[in-house]
């Protein structure tokens, strides 16, 4: 075995910190990435969303993209399903460029700066510190994708958004 097979073998269990200080940071996160979903959506994004609105002169609530009950002179994308996304409340003032910039701006503020911050944390110790091993990243890297999907993906509706 070379060098460079043996390199993954040897990270399977060995990293920068020892597997007692890995453990507790991997449950950790997972428990923090829930804890920050859920602040974020019963918190955040309420004051978040009127502070856009206040900009933009129009009431931003979420909305269920992609259907008759929603409808808006725009569309990001050809999607298969319905996506929950900020968007104008009174239909009389959904313009292209308002609702435009509510489904951009749910985009960059929810799904990217909200959503991310959390596994690009994970993804640094990983990656960047070298201080976890794969025994703790892949149980870790399957929670936080079910916490995204679950959570910021804008698949399904999140307590909170209303």
């Not at 944390?121 to 990656?127: G, Q, R």
Request: aromatic share 14%; with cysteine; hydrophobic share 50%.
């Amino acid at each position: 075995m070379t060098d460079a097979e043996r390199a993954p073998v040897d990270r399977l269990v060995a990293a920068g910190w020892p597997l007692a200080w890995q453990i507790p940071f991997g449950v950790a996160l997972l428990a923090g990435y829930l804890a920050w979903s859920r602040i974020y959506f019963r918190a955040v994004d309420p004051g978040l969303r009127a502070w856009l609105g206040r900009r933009m002169g129009a009431r931003v609530v979420w909305v269920q993209r992609h259907g008759a009950e929603y409808p808006t002179p725009f569309e990001l994308t050809r999607a298969r399903y319905r996506r929950w996304s900020w968007g104008i409340e009174p239909e009389a003032e959904r313009t292209f460029g308002r609702d435009g910039s509510a489904a951009v701006l749910c985009i960059l503020c929810v799904n990217v700066l909200g959503g991310l911050w959390v596994p690009a944390v994970f993804l640094y110790a990983f990656l960047g510190l070298k201080a976890i091993s794969y025994v703790v990243f892949l149980p870790a890297c399957v929670g936080v994708i079910g916490i995204y999907s679950a959570f910021w993906s804008g698949k399904h509706e999140v307590d909170g958004m209303r």
